[in-house]
């Protein structure tokens, strides 16, 4: 067996066995072209935000996956297509938004791209692309007449992500994006040689599409594959909390919360997720398995799985401060923590600003932030013990908070019982 086809074998082998491999036009035959040496591949981001979300994680990290074995790969920006709206995977149509706000967001998701994939090595750099190159100045007969009339229209209706929406209702408008996501393959193969397209499962439609335009359209050898839906054991959607979506972008999400999305994963999804998200060997993961096995209390897994995550999104640096948050949280010492630091903790703690003022009751500042609905109740709860001030232990009600106490100048942090955290700014 050569290097090469050693190396497809591996690749393809490592992606089995992270139950990465959903759907393939021809397994065989994309075998073989592997086998042949480096092929180039790609991967379609449509513009929807101004930034990624953990749903994108799963087809960025199988580009990073293929660069790494050698491959070639490209990440394509929908800046074109992202101005049409793909219909697939969805029950209504979506908004259209106006050609500036998709230029913003489309160059958001470039910059963001290249924290994942290598675009400055020497061999197989990573190549970005956006398909409102070809597709902005495409006009209407041209793509009627060259590309639509490849399409029949028994064809295009027959695919899932049509057939499912006959019923609610679809644009002729998104009833297009399969032509167009067909003819980004078909360009990207012509002028990039690429030879296979990746997307998720609900994809497969528009992909398959654009192998049959290639055809009827004088190309070469391609084939698509396709990634599993990712889900959740307790049927809930896979990439909410309860802020909503988890972002890639630290301003939208912080890196403490988005370490805290995935330590607080099932143990009967962490494995799962562990082959999925990271680049840990699959002998460090049955490690990790058997840990899970022996003392699921400890969560070794879920803590491994969050570090690799959060150090593939953000850093290093974002690791030690997430976990330092979390040790901190849990323990009690917020007067250990940064600003920066506690700044990041504080963003899903109701907060209460209080402007000029030296000293404030304990009971005030309760009821300011909410953590007691009375004085009543707030006198209760410091004469119980629930009530923490930075971490300490407070039992007078007549506990008065001073200029002095304040963390950084400016900030008080009551506890309420182990979990409910309450942030007091003073201005």
């Not at 800046?79 to 219909?87: E, F």
């Not at 028994?154 to 499912?164: F, G, I, Q, R, T």
């Not at 990039?192 to 997307?199: A, I, T, Y």
């Amino acid at each position: 067996m050569t290097n090469h086809s050693a190396s497809a074998s591996r690749l393809l082998e490592d992606l089995e066995y992270r139950g990465l491999i959903y759907q393939v036009t021809d397994r065989e035959g994309l075998e073989r072209k592997l086998a042949e040496g480096p092929i180039s591949l790609y991967i379609g981001f449509d513009p929807t935000a101004d930034s990624l979300h953990i749903g994108h994680l799963l087809p960025i990290t199988v580009l990073r996956r293929f660069q790494e074995a050698g491959h070639n790969v490209i990440a394509l920006v929908g800046g074109g297509t992202g101005m049409i709206g793909d219909p697939s995977g969805r029950s209504s149509e979506r908004s259209l938004n106006s050609a500036e706000i998709v230029a913003q967001w489309t160059e958001s998701l470039k910059q963001q791209l290249s924290r994942f994939l290598d675009f400055d090595r020497k061999t197989n750099p990573a190549k970005l692309v956006s398909n409102y190159d070809w597709l902005g100045p495409l006009d209407l007969i041209t793509f009627l007449r060259d590309i639509g009339k490849n399409f029949t229209v028994n064809y295009m209706l027959a695919k899932e992500s049509v057939s499912s929406r006959l019923e609610t209702g679809i644009s002729f408008t998104e009833f297009s994006y399969m032509i167009l996501q067909a003819y980004d393959f078909y360009k990207l193969h012509k002028d990039h040689g690429v030879s296979l397209q990746v997307g998720g499962s609900d994809q497969w439609g528009n992909i398959t599409a654009g192998l049959d335009l290639m055809g009827k359209m004088g190309g070469g050898e391609a084939y698509g594959l396709t990634l599993p839906l990712v889900t959740k054991s307790d049927g809930k959607k896979f990439g909410k909390s309860e802020g909503g979506a988890v972002w890639l972008d630290r301003s939208k999400t912080s890196a403490y919360q988005f370490y805290q999305f995935w330590i607080n994963t099932d143990d009967n999804d962490v494995i799962k997720f562990l082959k999925y998200f990271t680049f840990l060997t699959p002998e460090q993961i049955a490690e990790l398995e058997a840990e899970l096995k022996q003392a699921p209390e400890k969560r070794v897994a879920q803590r491994e799985l969050a570090r690799e995550v959060t150090r593939f999104v953000h850093g290093d640096e974002a690791v030690t401060a997430a976990e330092n948050i979390t040790r901190a949280l849990f323990s009690g010492n917020i007067a250990e923590l940064s600003e920066a630091e506690l700044i990041e903790a504080s963003q899903d703690m109701p907060t209460a600003v209080i402007t000029g003022q030296e000293e404030t009751g304990l009971i005030d500042l309760l009821i300011e932030t909410k953590a007691a609905p009375s004085r009543r109740q707030a006198r209760q709860d410091i004469e119980s013990g629930a009530i923490s001030v930075n971490g300490e232990r407070v039992s007078s009600i007549d506990a008065v908070i001073t200029a002095e106490q304040r963390l950084h100048g400016k900030f008080v942090v009551l506890r309420r019982g182990k979990k409910n955290y309450y942030l007091v700014r003073f201005e």
